[in-house]
């Protein structure tokens, strides 16, 4: 039901939910995300490296 969603947001933050974070967006699951800064540069800086 979410795929047919136009907006979808999910808030998560820290070192712990960043596999989770990154799946989500991976997969399409949410397209705006609301974290803090050290989880945005941690996300930037690895999805720079792959």
Do not use: M
Not at 27 to 49: M, Y
Request: overall charge positive.
């Amino acid at each position: 039901q979410l795929q047919g969603v136009p907006r979808t947001v999910g808030v998560a933050g820290g070192a712990r939910k960043r596999s989770a974070i990154q799946g989500a967006l991976r997969g399409r699951w949410i397209n705006v995300l609301i974290t803090d800064r050290f989880t945005a540069e941690t996300l930037i800086h690895t999805s720079n490296r792959s």
